[in-house]
């Protein structure tokens, strides 16, 4: 009871000032600190690095710039030869973790001689002899010494000691909205308050110290996770306070399968195995979401067990990417893209009888990104149609169930007390929090329906101010700007179809999620990727981190990319 | 791989998407954000469909309503039931559109801080209606449906906007349960929402157009024998008087309300020329005005024979005038063609700062000043030489009278429309009383209290 008054009495002394302070204090902090992760994200350098060359027969020499080179006569290869007896895609030089080359047929119609032998596919050494079409040449690798050099120009990943800095400025946000929900909170949310905010705090620093012990120092893009679950824990704060130790278990185990996901990436044989894993667990999580799940307003997406609710298509969207992720030398063959297009037709079938238009319009991005980064010469055709069928599925099975929800679409304020009422009180209590917010556990947003996930944007606006709320945009925004700087000079199409995938799927995720809140595009109630509260929506976000951060090839900057002349595996 | 890198750009479009959208939202959100937070069900300031925080008094600091968890009305229940409709009811179900549409002003408002600064007690809203105008209103009425209402046709004020039935919301009467038919539409503030037969008042309108249109029309006679025939056998038709007039000018034709000549007048006229002038003088237009729209009018000759039409000019047929937006005609013509558009918010403050204040706004011209001299004359004329002048106390008021049939059984509604030519009362005003008989009867002992009230409250600042 003393502690009851005390507690009273100084909420009422020191709140008020510290609100004055904490509006302003919160999105400052936050600003400097986004600008310190996103800012090297997307400037360093990234020009192309030359890893081998190929010695023509005129004792011209053709510069190899990438991990897979497609060889041919088309203008569009990574080499092009333009002879006539070549194919427009006629082989795939790929390079190796170790150094090693291999040359594979892309369906040539001549087919590829190494040493006067025609091969599929075959180890290519500095001797070996490669004939397409005709014409002869010799693979030059570069020199380990060469290599070095090349690694040591890379630009390097910011400093241990930057990321420090970044990571003391995010406590002291932590802190701070530690503090103001003490301020103005009732005294039993305090303690899964402090539970749920400290346990972010610890998770970053453990994983940070991690990353130091295996020598990788970029910390950038996990920074700007933290920053999203750290904003998605003050609206659980103020929403339901007694779920933050559940969304800190999703977090540690999120924080789990990115770090297994970023090693299983991080040798591309290691990859390929797993994505055999992934194919079948995608398909999986959605067949047992259609035995044994609860439908929840029309859209049978929730499975519930022993008191858990789980979302299992939210895990299914990480093995999709895995799914669609393929190296260069397998795209070049029809058989594999038969093999996706196939994949996509049986997911695409499980999300026409689980109803869920939301997930459904997730993979169909997804499956575009996918589609349109494999399509070469052989499978456009095929993966338009297959696109257009996914399309039409949505359309015409999965809209119409959701079409009833909306018809409100741009109508809200008709009827602000039933259809629209989710949307148009988010909108006022935007209005309310102006750009700085009413300060922690001062919304009125709290007590509508989903004010933690579907239009968590909305409470974080209230008691946090716009510019807040639309930092955390901002976050996705840049990742997904760091994943198109990446992307281009990855190793492997496999990182980049990987990264792109998975950067689409949280920009589509963000993009429904917000937008849809405030009704500038229809309301789907998707989670908003590591903010929401929602457990395995948060597994699935670091799962999808974890194919952006393999994109990264900046020196020392990812684990999901091995150090040059270190055995740290 | 440059065939896979130089496809990155399709996720890029999703960015594109996404940082449009926003930047879309916060456009609105600068645009709209007052609205939003004053629209109902605001959880900050509106408690469900009314305004939740604040003060709301009469013009002279008088407090109607104190909106705190208690939600205080004024101490009078006289007060408490002229003013209900404006500062609406605890549970919400007449809701005060004009005082909510401030509510964003009340709590101090701005889309940098939101309501940060609001505090507890919000802002003060102050009406620019008279508690005693509004009680003396009710008062007069004795219990009879209606409206009266008054504004100042210079600035736009609202001195008096009453409607009833209504009732206490400190001692809330039995609502559901009343088979008398007491409270039927009480929840409605009729002044805004109710559409009116309105007889022939509106003979205004007619004699204004024919000014209008018909060169001439005021040297012209009109005869009348008490009753006026059109078609043959079984399809005859008629337009009856009450009295036969004889011979009368277009200034006398509106003093004795005749409406054989009115007939004639508009066979004048012209049904294309009504249609058009009833639209120019905006009567049936609805009228908006501190977020609160009035219903329309209506005045609708489709499938309209010569006698249809000749009773649409004397403002039977299927015509509908609302209160409020009648009234403001009455200011038109009082303005010289000019209306000045009511309102009933003159100020919000909220804490030190003023953060609204009512602007008088006008209306384009809509008819001639001309035209609006003529009738001027002509409505000073109806009250000096038939209503009385000795009703309103030396005032040099200019009106018209009607009795509107509402068909069948029912007894006809009490219309009184005009306004008072005087620069110190510049005041235009209605009265609709249902159901009570003949608008000279009734419609003028109302007028004559409530225009001695208003301006007993303009003397005393």
Sequence with gaps: ?569 | MNRVTKRTWLMGLFVLILVGGMTFFMMDYWANAGQWISAPGSPHVNNRSNIGVGTVTDRSGTVFLDIGAERTYSPSAATRKSTLHWVGDRQGKISAGAVSHYAGAMVGFDPVNGIYNAGEAGGITTLTLSERVQNTALEALAGRKGTVAVYNYKTGEILCAVTAPTFDPDDVPDIEGDTSGTYEGVYLNRFLQSAYVPGSIFKVVTTAAALECVPGIQDESFRCTGKMEYGEGENTATVTCEHVHGTLSLKSALANSCNCAFAQIAERVGKDNMVKYVKQFQVVSPLSFDGVTTVKGKYDLTGAGTVSFAWSCIGQHTDLINPARFMTFMGAIAGGGVAVEPYVVSQVTCGEEVTYEAETTVTEQVMSPETARILKGYMRSNVKNVYGDWNFNGLNVCAKTGTSQLGGEEISNAMFAGFVEDEQYPLAFICVVENAGYGATVGVPIMSKVLATCTSVMNNG
């Excluded at chain 1, 859209?299 to 969207?317: D, H, R, T, V, Y």
């Design chain 1, 1 to 569: 009871m003393e502690q009851l008054n005390i507690l009273a009495q100084v909420q009422s002394l020191v709140g008020d000032s510290f609100l004055g302070f904490l509006r302003i204090a919160a999105p400052v902090v936050a600003v400097l600190l986004l600008l310190r992760c996103i800012l090297p994200l997307l400037t360093f350098r990234r020009e192309p690095e030359i890893w081998a060359w190929l010695n023509m027969p005129d004792g011209s020499q053709i510069p190899i710039t990438h991990w897979e080179n497609v060889i041919g006569r088309s203008k569009s290869c990574d080499v092009t030869i333009d002879f006539s007896t070549v194919s427009r895609n006629h082989a795939v030089l790929t390079r190796y973790d170790d150094g090693s080359w291999t040359i594979t047929d892309a369906g040539s119609k001549d087919g590829v001689f190494v040493n006067g032998k025609k091969v599929q596919i075959s180890a290519v050494h500095p001797r070996s002899r490669i004939s397409i079409g005709g014409v002869e040449m010799h693979l030059q690798p570069i020199s380990e010494k060469q290599e070095i050099k090349q690694a040591k120009l890379r630009t390097k990943a910011a400093s241990g000691w930057d990321s420090v800095a970044n990571l003391m400025l995010l406590s002291v946000l932590q802190v701070f909205m530690v503090l103001g929900f003490l301020l103005s909170g009732t005294e039993e949310s305090m303690i899964p308050i402090i539970q749920g905010f400290g346990g972010i705090l610890l998770c970053q620093w453990l994983l940070y110290v991690f990353y130091a012990i295996i020598h990788r120092s970029s910390f950038e893009v996990e920074t700007i996770a933290f920053f999203l679950c750290t904003m998605g824990m003050a609206a659980i704060a103020t929403v339901k306070p007694t779920e933050a130790i559940k969304q800190l278990i999703a977090l540690v185990l999120g924080i789990l399968v990115f770090l297994l996901i970023g090693w299983s990436l991080r040798d591309l044989e290691r990859a390929k195995k797993f994505r055999y894993l992934a194919v079948v667990a995608g398909v999986g999580f959605l067949v047992v979401t259609l035995l044994f799940g609860t439908e929840y307003y029309g859209a049978k997406n929730w499975l519930i067990i022993g008191g858990m609710s789980l979302q299992p298509s939210e895990l299914s969207k990480v093995c999709f990417v895995f799914a669609g992720a393929s190296t260069m030398d397998r795209i070049m063959q029809k058989r594999n893209i038969i093999m996706f297009i196939s994949y996509s037709v049986v997911i695409c079938g499980l999300l026409a009888l689980m109803n869920d238009f939301g997930t459904a319009l997730i993979f169909f991005c997804s499956f575009l990104i996918i589609a349109y980064l494999r399509s070469g010469s052989v499978g456009t055709v095929a993966l338009a149609i297959t696109a257009l069928g996914f399309a039409g599925v949505i359309a015409l099975r999965i809209a119409p169930h959701a079409l009833s929800r909306f018809a409100t679409w741009r109508h809200i304020w008709e009827d602000p007390f039933n259809a629209g009422y989710q949307q148009t009180q988010a909108l006022m209590c935007i209005a309310s929090g102006g750009l700085f917010g009413l300060g922690p556990g001062r919304g009125m947003l709290q007590r509508i329906f989903a004010a933690d996930s579907d239009i968590a944007f909305a409470t974080i606006s209230e008691e946090w101010g716009l510019i807040m709320a639309l930092l955390t945009v901002l976050c996705i925004v840049a990742l997904a700007c760091f994943v198109l700087r990446t992307a281009p000079v990855a190793r492997s199409s496999f990182y980049s179809i990987g990264a792109c995938t998975a950067a689409g799927v949280l920009v589509v995720q963000t993009m429904l999620n917000c937008l849809g809140t405030l009704d500038v595009l229809p309301f789907t109630g998707v989670p908003f990727p590591l903010l929401s509260n929602g457990g395995t929506s948060m597994i699935g976000a670091w799962g999808l981190l974890a194919f952006v951060k393999a994109a990264d090839t900046r020196q020392n900057a990812s684990f999901a990319v091995r150090l040059k002349g270190r055995d740290d595996a």
